[in-house]
């Protein structure tokens, strides 16, 4: 499961007021390299949940991959910024499109509610009393 995925994945668990963001608890986890395609990104950043993406970075393990706050789209999609190594673009693909989430578990935050992850694909099925 990409941090993409887990970005718009919500519990629908009766009870849940929102049921997000998920928390992750990611027991395996890998990197797979991807082209990255700043038009793509571009398009995608307005519908991601910063603090939620940060927080699943956090739990990862990874504190020094984002920062707290968004940078600016000036920083992000500077000419010439996609060729520069630790570059924020960079990072940002990084953090949605490369991480894949491969053990763990989903846990909701109204409901606690744990939803697991097993060889990358989370598990959202609710039991027949959930719904």
């Not at 970005?7 to 009766?14: D, H, I, K």
């Not at 924020?88 to 992850?117: K, Y």
């Amino acid at each position: 499961m990409r941090l993409l995925t887990h970005n718009m994945l919500a519990s629908n668990v009766r009870g849940a007021t929102t049921g997000y963001p998920l928390k992750l608890e990611a027991a395996k986890w890998v990197t797979k390299e991807v082209e990255l395609n700043a038009d793509f990104i571009r398009g995608l950043l307005p519908k991601i949940d910063w603090r939620a993406l940060v927080a699943a970075t956090r739990a990862l393990g990874l504190p020094e991959l984002l920062p707290e706050e968004q940078p600016p789209e000036e920083e992000i999609f500077a000419e010439g910024a996609a060729d520069v190594e630790g570059s924020a673009i960079r990072r940002i693909h990084h953090a949605l499109l490369e991480i894949h989430v491969q053990e763990g578990s989903l846990v909701c935050p109204d409901t606690s509610r744990c939803f697991p992850i097993d060889k990358g694909i989370p598990n959202m099925m609710l039991h027949e009393d959930e719904v």
